[in-house]
């Protein structure tokens, strides 16, 4: 895939963290509108859904954690970021986006909100494209980065 068509919005994609605020709101809101479901498929959902938030909650914390200084809201590498290649990111690329797609799915079930499910849906195909052009940065910026990106999956471990 050709990523080159993916904007930078902003000098440090100050663009692409406003987006993605707006779509936590729409997760946040449609799972307060209430259940579309309910009996034993809504007693499945919540148990799953709540297994979701933690799973998520757990990766996305960890993910925040072992990127130590390389930390930044924006998408844009800082100056001088290494690369960072044990803990989450031994799992996975992108631990942060993917436990936020987790814990938004897992929001979604436990709220039974179709509304929610559909937001994580879109937060998945966001935080797809998004990382796609960090990792135009990453590979711009950070000695190691291509090789591995090659060795990793992108956002959800051992699935994508």
């Given at each position: ?33 209430g ?44 100056v ?56 135009m ?6 000695d ?17």
């Amino acid at each position: 895939m050709d990523e080159r068509w993916l904007p930078d919005l902003g000098p440090r994609g100050e663009g692409w963290v406003a987006i993605q605020a707006v779509i936590f709101v729409v997760i946040a809101l449609g799972g307060l509108a209430g259940p579309a479901w309910d009996g034993s498929a809504r007693a499945v959902t919540t148990v799953v859904g709540v297994a979701g938030l933690i799973a998520g909650n757990a990766l996305a914390v960890r993910g925040f954690l072992d990127l130590g200084p390389n930390l930044t809201p924006l998408p844009r590498p800082r100056v001088g970021t290494r690369l960072v290649e044990d803990g989450a990111y031994g799992l996975v690329r992108h631990p942060i986006y993917g436990g936020l797609i987790i814990g938004a799915t897992g929001w979604g079930l436990l709220t039974a909100s179709p509304a929610s499910l559909a937001g994580a849906a879109i937060l998945f195909a966001f935080f797809d494209a998004k990382s796609r052009r960090e990792e135009m940065w990453l590979r711009e910026a950070v000695d190691g980065y291509a090789g591995y990106s090659r060795q990793r999956r992108r956002l959800i471990p051992f699935v994508y």
